[in-house]
């Protein structure tokens, strides 16, 4: 029988299992498929940051994860300040910024994560499966810095809020 970790369970395990990301994933590949949901899905351009640049979310900021088994193992989180969800829900909802509820912003932050993350598996090992996204608020804030030997994020920037794209390998089991 296999189980799939959910999110909270990666967040626990992350720190005794990450190593060096061993997946054929650059700074490009992540560029690129950010760029193919923001703009081609909402006509909305998102500059990357140069990547020495730390993170810093505010609590209350969205964050959107999408788990990956198969051959590569880990996950793929987005996130992004208030503004910018806010921003990107009434985009894909067509709607004024101010007719927007919690809801869909968190429905949309999912949907984020989950195009963002589609994209990205295209270059991973075959074969690999996708979970459900999740979404939250989140009640503190978050700061991490974009170099790391266990991770690759990149930080996008917009006049509305940054977005964070991070992907975390983990170790398969022996």
């Not at 020495?52 to 996950?75: D, I, K, Q």
């Not at 978050?142 to 170099?147: E, I, K, R, Y």
């Amino acid at each position: 029988m296999t189980i799939t970790p959910t999110a909270t369970d990666l967040a626990f395990r992350f720190p005794i299992e990450m190593r060096n990301m061993q997946a054929q994933i650059d700074r490009q590949c992540v560029i690129k498929a950010n760029a193919q949901f923001w703009e081609q899905m909402l006509a909305m351009t998102l500059a990357p940051v140069p990547h020495e640049a730390p993170f810093l979310a505010s609590a209350g900021h969205l964050l959107g994860t999408v788990l990956l088994s198969g051959v590569w193992n880990g996950s793929i989180e987005v996130r992004m300040g208030q503004g910018l969800a806010r921003l990107a829900t009434a985009a894909m909802l067509m709607q004024p910024v101010e007719s927007v509820t919690d809801a869909d912003v968190l429905d949309a932050t999912r949907e984020i994560a989950n195009m963002i993350a589609g994209s990205i598996k295209s270059s991973l090992p075959r074969p690999c499966a996708m979970s459900l996204p999740e979404s939250a608020a989140q009640v503190t804030e978050f700061q991490a810095q974009t170099h790391s030997e266990d991770a690759l994020a990149v930080v996008f920037h917009h006049t509305m809020g940054d977005l964070m794209v991070q992907i975390w390998e983990m170790a398969c089991p022996q």
